[in-house]
């Protein structure tokens, strides 16, 4: 698989204080090591969108990530809002503490995230469009 990496990516991750970036890390690899798995993606894009970092595949749906100032003590993994997959989520990990239909938040404090779980949010958007017409999106706890 080939990561198509805009240095503009690198730069926003610099600019976040050392925790947010640690945690922000931590999920970006996790978003390549999913793409890594998953044998329809050819290719991961990373770029900046609403200046965010931002993860794209052919067929799938956009996954951004941010931590922002307004909201210090947490960080977030976004999804298209109009997309079923923060809905089918919610469904499936009712666990998660979710932003309406956009976004799983995470506490910065906690070093605990379900990695297993969140994986599996993570592979449902990047192959959104060939997994969208699943029960709940092919995601089985």
Known sequence: ?????NPAAKEKFKS?????????????KLIIETARSLNEISYLEETLKWGEPSYLTKYGSTVRMDWKEKSPNQ???????TSKLVSTFKEVFPDFEYEKTRA???DLKDDNIPVADLKKCIQAALQYHKV????KLGITK
């Open 16 to 28: 976040y204080p050392p925790l947010p970036r640690k945690r922000l890390k931590a999920i970006r």
């Open 104 to 106: 799983i938040l995470f």
């Open 1 to 5: 698989m080939e990561i198509i990496s």
């Open 75 to 81: 960080y977030a993994i976004y999804f298209k809002c």
């Open 132 to 135: 969208k017409h699943l029960v």
